[in-house]
């Protein structure tokens, strides 16, 4: 059976087995007897540290596989998180350590302040600073060991002139990992005189050995010297991308190179410095919304340059809520059905391609359009959840009068009026012109949505589609006891709190259709000096609701007396809010809406917290 050995993380090392045949600095696999069992070692390299194993094995001991079938481990070696600082010349000065990894050159120190005014990043101690490692007349270098072959480090150097009292005076050259970076360098010129602190930085590579050297030699004038060096840790080798999934629906991700394959989250190690590209591909009955994330948006693939550990989230929504949609007087067309539940009219058809550019998606069928019902007509519509709140869009294409004030007619939705001598062919500015017109409705208590076409100030009349949502029922409760029309008890959702009712008429010219039954106005839930939270379970998750609360001030007479705060699924939508300024008085209903997204649980959760006087309240919620 084989069992192959993958090395992750950004240090290196060797991993070994008993019995032999695994010996490897990077990936391998060796193929053991059925039924064996094999011991795998690990030893870091260099400043590496063996942090653990993963996949068949786990911890940082022994790794111990059985090979009852192929067997897959992974040895992760990790480089020192901090960087090298050295005081040159000097002893330890946190976090600076001794002077070590040094040839030739003489040590020196002095007592004088030195300003640090032209240096960037983390500052020096002073005790680094008042010395220094100088070569008189000879070259000293520095091979610092411990790092990965081929690492790239970023090496900064600090100096100070303590002797020479004006430019020219001391000029010397700076060699790192065999490159020339610094040539009769002089301080005093540099930091503008003596006891004045400067840095220079460079990029160089660990050589084969995984040492970092550093020469000072002689150049024009006197001798090569050094206050501090600082060697960063280096650069990972390897970067983690996580890819995590969210929307109602599901899907998989993968990615190339291969390591990503999930349909939740997960996360994977790719080389720095490489392109990852992501795929997503929904599951039956999901669409992919698109990618957010590391640079990511819309719904292509997803690339990602991996310069450091990455997030991509990949959305997918599930099956859009069903609609009922009906080709008025004509034949099923794509998702449209045929023409059914209405009385009277009469049905027509005509081959005139029509124009669809005033309509926003999703856009009917031709097929559609280019059929009505006309005459004086009603469309019956059953199956919906008493008391439920739909979007309705009807479809118009005027197809016979060529001007304006020579079709007008009238539109009733479940008993409202929405529509008064409406003119298609004005609307539309011309014939075969689709439009549209939408409404929101509530079905009625048998469960039906009733629409009635009917005469107005000319010809007759039509309409060519009919569309309507199956969104979810409205939740509608309020702080009271007893069901009143559409609202109910709130008691299942609150979680503190106490009743109170009163039976004053209230106002309610300041809220919007449809208005609350008065009994559902009449009462409140408040909290004497604490916060109340309901809690709305049975929403699709990330679906998006409506959201209004009714307000009645019953108890204080005066703005500023009652503030309150209300957070929404986390999100504070209304701070000291005053019911009586809102509302100008007593008894007086308002209302605020909002919008928000169910959480992950399906849920729509609010929160009355105390604002900056009196109790938090609240008379009724409607969430559709």
């Given at each position: 059976m084989p069992l192959t050995v993958v090395e992750m993380g950004n240090g290196a090392g060797t991993v070994t087995s008993s019995p032999a045949g695994i010996n490897c600095g990077t990936t391998c696999s060796y193929s053991f007897t059925t039924g064996s069992s094999v011991t795998l070692t690990a030893v870091a390299s260099g400043s590496s540290t063996f942090t653990g194993w993963s996949g068949a094995c786990s911890g940082a001991g022994s790794c111990v596989v059985t090979m009852s079938s192929a067997e897959s481990v992974n040895a992760t070696f990790s480089?020192?998180?901090?960087?090298?600082?050295?005081?040159?010349g000097g002893g330890a000065a946190s976090p600076y350590v001794a002077d070590e990894d040094y040839s030739g050159g003489t040590t020196a120190s002095y007592t004088n302040a030195v300003s640090t005014a032209l240096l960037t990043g983390t500052t020096p101690p002073q005790a680094v600073l008042q010395s220094e490692r100088y070569c008189a007349s000879c070259t000293m270098t520095y091979t610092i060991p411990g790092y990965i072959s081929g690492s790239t480090h970023t090496v900064t150097m600090?100096?100070?002139?303590?002797?020479?009292?004006?430019?020219?005076?001391?000029?010397?050259?700076?060699?790192?990992?065999?490159?020339?970076?610094?040539?009769?360098?002089?301080?005093?010129?540099?930091a503008g005189g003596q006891f004045i602190a400067v840095q220079r930085s460079f990029t160089t590579t660990a050589n084969s050995s995984g040492d970092v050297v550093i020469q000072f030699t002689m150049g024009t004038y006197n001798y090569p010297e050094v206050n501090g060096i600082a060697i960063d840790a280096a650069a990972p080798?390897?970067?983690?991308?996580?890819?995590?999934?969210?929307?109602?629906?599901?899907?998989?991700?993968?990615?190339?190179?291969?390591?990503?394959?999930?349909g939740s989250s997960c996360s994977a190690s790719f080389a720095a410095g490489s392109s990852v590209t992501l795929t997503a591909a929904a599951a039956s009955g999901s669409t992919f919304a698109?990618?957010?994330?590391?640079?990511?948006?819309?719904?292509?693939?997803?690339?990602?340059?991996?310069?450091?550990?990455?997030?991509?989230?990949?959305?997918?929504?599930?099956?859009?809520?069903?609609?009922?949609?009906?080709?008025?007087?004509?034949?099923?067309?794509?998702?449209?059905?045929?023409?059914?539940?209405?009385?009277?009219?009469?049905?027509?058809?005509?081959?005139n391609a029509v124009d669809t550019s005033m309509l926003p998606a999703p856009v009917p069928p031709q097929a559609v359009l280019q059929s009505q019902r006309y005459g004086a007509f009603t469309y019956t519509m059953p199956g919906f959840t008493a008391g439920s709140t739909h979007t309705v869009t009807l479809y118009f294409v005027e197809n016979y009068v060529t001007a304006a004030g020579q079709r007008e007619f009238n539109v009733v939705l479940n008993g409202t009026q929405?529509?008064?001598?409406?003119?298609?062919?004005?609307?539309?500015?011309?014939?075969?012109?689709?439009?549209?017109?939408?409404?929101?409705?509530?079905?009625?208590?048998?469960?039906?949505?009733?629409?009635?076409?009917?005469?107005?100030?000319?010809?007759?009349?039509m309409v060519s589609g009919i569309a309507i949502d199956q969104v979810e029922t409205t939740l509608d409760f309020y702080a009271g006891s007893t069901a009143t029309g559409s609202f109910v008890p709130d008691a299942d959702f609150a979680s503190a709190g106490t009743l109170s009712?009163?039976?004053?008429?209230?106002?309610?010219?300041?809220?919007?259709?449809?208005?609350?039954?008065?009994?559902?106005?009449?009462?409140?839930?408040?909290?004497?000096?604490?916060?109340?939270?309901?809690?709305?379970?049975?929403?699709?998750?990330?679906?998006?609701?409506?959201?209004?609360?009714?307000?009645?001030?019953?108890?204080v007479t005066g703005a500023g007396q009652r503030e309150f705060n209300v957070i929404l699924n986390g999100t504070q939508v209304l701070t000291n809010f005053d019911v009586y300024a809102t509302a100008g008085g007593q008894f007086n209903a308002i209302q605020q809406n909002f919008t928000t997204t169910a959480n992950s649980k399906g849920q729509v959760v609010i929160q009355f917290t105390p604002g900056a006087a009196q109790n938090p309240m609240v008379s009724g919620i409607a969430v559709q």
């Open positions: 480089l020192p998180t901090q960087p090298l600082y050295i005081n040159a600090y100096f100070i002139e303590n002797y020479w009292t004006g430019p020219n005076e001391r000029q010397f050259n700076v060699i790192i990992g065999g490159t020339q970076v610094l040539t009769n360098f002089d301080v005093y010129a540099s080798s390897t970067y983690t991308l996580t890819v995590a999934d969210s929307g109602t629906g599901t899907g998989t991700v993968t990615s190339s190179p291969s390591g990503i394959n999930c698109g990618w957010s994330g590391a640079g990511c948006s819309g719904t292509s693939t997803c690339v990602v340059a991996m310069s450091a550990a990455e997030s991509v989230t990949a959305t997918f929504n599930g099956p859009a809520p069903t609609s009922l949609l009906i080709d008025g007087g004509g034949a099923a067309a794509g998702s449209w059905a045929a023409d059914e539940d209405f009385s009277g009219g009469t049905a027509a058809t005509y081959t929405v529509l008064t001598n409406f003119d298609v062919y004005a609307t539309s500015g011309a014939q075969f012109r689709a439009i549209q017109q939408k409404f929101t409705t509530t079905a009625y208590s048998s469960g039906q949505i009733v629409i009635q076409f009917s005469n107005g100030a000319v010809q007759s009349p009712s009163y039976t004053n008429a209230v106002g309610t010219s300041k809220l919007s259709a449809p208005v609350p039954p008065q009994a559902a106005l009449q009462g409140q839930r408040y909290c004497a000096g604490c916060s109340f939270t309901y809690t709305m379970p049975g929403f699709i998750a990330g679906s998006t609701h409506t959201l209004s609360l009714y307000f009645v001030e019953n108890y």
